[in-house]
């Protein structure tokens, strides 16, 4: 069975600029969600989303956005970046039971803003 | 609210020692407690979890973890530790509420030859 696979691995934007990430989550959950991984702030998360709908939001300003598609695959959007979202994003899948289910993560997307 | 505190930011072992990755959590209700760990450039892996039942809990790669609710702690453990064990672990808690997982800190394990 397929991990969760994230695209893109690395990428570089500069101030001002917006970028979109892409989550495909392991055949059969329903559930993604999305964590912001700095070396300052830890593992942040961001929001969760379970059969296209939102089901949770982390603190975080309207820059950030998702969305889930039908066959589950998530993106997410920051647009006009600053220097400080910087970071390694990760996406994760869970069969949507939450409770007693561990997530699943993908391997991320790096991000740098100059 | 729920939250889960790891308050060492680094352990160091010798190969071959047994080890031991602290993690104290804070929770309404019964606790649904996990432990993560990060290897470097990469995402988080999955270890072991405790839901219910016995205190100790096996996952992978050797590794075992021990709930005392006395001492609200989810310790992770391994009896003989390896330099590929060198990683950054996290644990981390199931919001009740919400069912959002919230993790700590991490904690950076470096196990030396």
């Known amino acids: 069975k397929a991990g969760v696979t994230q695209t893109p691995r690395y990428l570089i934007k500069t101030r001002g600029q917006q970028v979109t990430l892409s989550c495909s989550p392991i055949?059969?959950?329903?559930?993604v969600s999305w964590y912001q991984q700095t070396p300052g702030q830890g593992l942040q998360f961001l929001f969760e989303?379970?059969?296209?709908?939102?089901?949770n939001k982390g603190n975080f300003p309207g820059r950030f956005s998702g969305r889930q598609f039908s066959n589950s695959r998530s993106e997410m959007n920051v647009s006009t970046l600053e220097l400080g979202d910087s970071a390694l994003y990760l996406c994760?899948?869970?069969?949507?039971?939450?409770?007693?289910?561990?997530?699943?993560f993908g391997e991320g997307s790096r991000l740098t803003v100059l | 609210a729920q939250s889960v505190a790891q308050p060492e930011d680094q352990v160091n072992v010798a190969e071959g020692n047994p080890l031991t990755v602290k993690c104290t959590y804070s929770?309404?209700?019964?606790?649904?407690l996990f432990w993560y760990v990060q290897y470097p450039n990469r995402g988080l892996q999955f270890l072991l979890k405790y839901i219910t039942g016995d205190n100790l809990v096996k996952g992978s790669y050797g590794f075992e973890a021990e709930f005392n609710k006395s001492q609200t702690s989810f310790h992770l453990k391994k009896p003989s530790a390896l330099v590929s064990d060198s990683a950054l672990y996290f644990c981390?808690?199931?919001?009740?509420?919400?069912?959002?997982?919230?993790f700590g800190t991490g904690t950076r394990l470096q196990v030396f030859p």
């Open positions: 055949s059969g959950h329903r559930s």
């Open positions: 994760a899948s869970s069969g949507g039971q939450g409770g007693s289910g561990e997530l699943f």
């Open positions: 989303y379970f059969s296209e709908t939102q089901r």
């Open positions: 981390a808690v199931r919001d009740g509420n919400t069912d959002k997982l919230i």
């Open positions: 929770v309404s209700g019964n606790p649904y």
